[in-house]
């Protein structure tokens, strides 16, 4: 739970938390944010760690001079790809049984299902549309490795949706976060990108539910 709240804090206070960080690592906050990309969707453990909306805080600090918006751009996006990449031979090498626990509280049989219904619905381009929904952009790389996608048309789907995923982020709190109205709630603007994220999913378990 601590954990957890930690996350909460953060996420809705990137403002505050990140310019501590870059006061404090300066350039090592490159490979920190680095990390935290390449973790997120990487790992099948770590789908709660911030992604859209820390993308476009990094933009806004940038286009204040604090970072450079294309080292920005240019190492998280290879971060993301990384990751899927990581994500995805994870998945092919241990396959469904670590989902084989119905009770656990990381390898969640639902967050497996919900994946599966957006590969039914959207086949391979999943793997694009997966980077702008949370959870789902996690376990997104990992089903399709448990599955029969072959590796060159997933690292296609993988590239694109990286290079979609951070520019679109990044660019957009570079140019559009320091306008005054959104600057001034900032925290409002991140609860917004949260939501919109996981609106998607939202809408499509409740199709699911409704069919049921």
Request: charged content about 15%; aromatic content about 16%.
């Amino acid at each position: 739970m601590e954990i957890i709240q930690f996350v909460i804090d953060y996420i809705f206070h990137l403002d505050k938390h990140l310019n501590v960080i870059i006061q404090n690592l300066g350039v090592w906050t490159y490979l920190l944010l680095f990390v935290i990309i390449f973790a997120e969707t990487g790992f099948v453990v770590t789908p709660f760690l911030p992604g859209d909306s820390m993308l476009f805080a990094v933009g806004t600090f940038a286009a204040q001079g604090s970072l450079n918006v294309y080292w920005l751009f240019a190492g998280l996006t290879i971060a993301a790809i990384l990751g899927d990449a990581i994500n995805y031979a994870v998945g092919k090498y241990l396959g469904p049984k670590v989902f084989k626990n119905e009770n656990s509280r990381i390898f969640k049989k639902e967050y497996l299902d919900k994946t599966h219904r957006f590969y039914e619905k959207y086949g391979a381009k999943t793997i694009i549309i997966a980077r702008f929904v949370p959870i789902v952009r996690t376990f997104a790389p990992f089903v399709a490795g448990i599955g029969s996608m072959g590796y060159i048309k997933f690292a296609t789907y993988n590239i694109v949706g990286g290079i979609l995923w951070v520019g679109l982020f990044v660019f957009g709190g570079y140019f559009f976060g320091n306008i005054p109205i959104i600057k001034a709630n900032f925290s409002v603007v991140i609860l917004i990108i949260i939501i919109l994220s996981v609106l998607p999913a939202v809408i499509e378990v409740l199709r699911h539910r409704k069919k049921s």
